[in-house]
Structures are given as structure tokens and as C-alpha cells.
């Protein structure tokens, strides 16, 4: 019994100690939801923390004109490179202050959504995303300080309708 005992106690501890644990979710890799100007964006891809994984030189290039809100985020092998291996661009029309839009991809004059992955190219303005849509929630547009803050979401297919992308939980803090 004594031996018994001497073998399960230990078992015991271990057992509870991962129960304890809980593992990382994806969307806790993202960078948190804020409205500073921070400079972050990360999103989920097809259930994947993105650009969390991906190695690479990272280019966020962010901004805001004239209700014109453009968020490129870009993945190159180096910062010289030309070749591009991994981006998430979002350019939307009519944003001129805080609030939930919807940007219907039947209307390009609305927005431009774009996912590079895997050498896929996924655009909005292809024919097949026609009847798609995507949702981006302003929470922060400052003028004045240059501050833009949100979350966002779409899903895309490729031109041939072989394979999509899901984009979701995306967030953004921005300045320009």
C-alpha cells in the first residue's frame, strides 16, 4: 500500500497541474484591442493568430484621407525584397466617423478587401465575392490627433472559387 500511495501521490500532483493549465486560444496571440495609436493589427486567418506565425520583415503601412481609411499589412523575406509571401489589405470609402460599417463587395467604390496566403491571391473585387460582404466597426476615427481604431471581418474566395480565406477578430490601432 505504501508503495502504491508513493506512486499515485506524485501522479496526482501532475494531473492537477495541467488541469490548472490552460492552453493559449489563438485569439489571445492577437495584440490587444486598443485605441492609443499604437500601431497594431492582427486578425484571425482561417482560425490562425496572423501576423503572429508568420516569419519575415513586417510593413504596416496605415492611412486616412478624406473618409478614405487604407490598412496594408505586409510580409516580406527582408525589408529589400520585392516578393511579398504574406498580406492583409483593407481600403474602405465613406468613413468619416466612429460606428459599425458594412461594405458590400458589389460595389468596389465601397472598399477594396485583399489576403495573400500561400501564394493564393483572395480580392474583393473579384467576380466571384460579388455577393459578399465585409464588416468593419470603427471605434476610434481622430482627425485632428490622427488616430484610427476598429475591428473588422470578411471572407474571400480565390478568382476560381477553389479555396477561401476567413478573416476574423481582426482589430487595428492606428495613427497616421
Known amino acids: 500500500m505504501k508503495t502504491r500511495s508513493r506512486f499515485l501521490y506524485p501522479l496526482l500532483v501532475v494531473l492537477l497541474f495541467f488541469a490548472g493549465c ?74 468619416n466617423k466612429p460606428g459599425a460599417y458594412i461594405i458590400n463587395f458589389s460595389n468596389n467604390h465601397h472598399g477594396n478587401f485583399s489576403v495573400k496566403q500561400r501564394g493564393v491571391y483572395y480580392f474583393s473585387n473579384d467576380q466571384i465575392n460579388q455577393s459578399n460582404f465585409a464588416w468593419v466597426n470603427i471605434t476610434r476615427l481622430d482627425t485632428v490627433y490622427g488616430f484610427a481604431a476598429g475591428t473588422f471581418g470578411f471572407t474571400l474566395f480565390d478568382e476560381n472559387g477553389l479555396t477561401s480565406v476567413k478573416v476574423e477578430s481582426g482589430r487595428f490601432d492606428i495613427s497616421y
Not at 503572429?52 to 516580406?76: D, F, R, S
Open 22 to 95: 490552460k492552453k493559449e486560444e489563438e485569439i489571445d496571440k492577437l495584440p490587444p484591442a486598443t485605441a492609443s495609436g499604437l500601431g497594431t493589427f492582427g486578425c484571425l486567418i482561417n482560425g490562425k493568430a496572423w501576423p503572429v506565425y508568420e516569419k519575415g520583415y513586417h510593413l504596416l503601412q496605415t492611412g486616412y484621407y478624406n473618409g478614405v481609411l487604407q490598412l496594408t499589412y505586409t510580409i516580406k523575406e527582408n525589408e529589400l525584397s520585392a516578393y511579398t509571401s504574406s498580406i492583409v489589405s483593407i481600403i474602405t470609402n465613406e468613413i
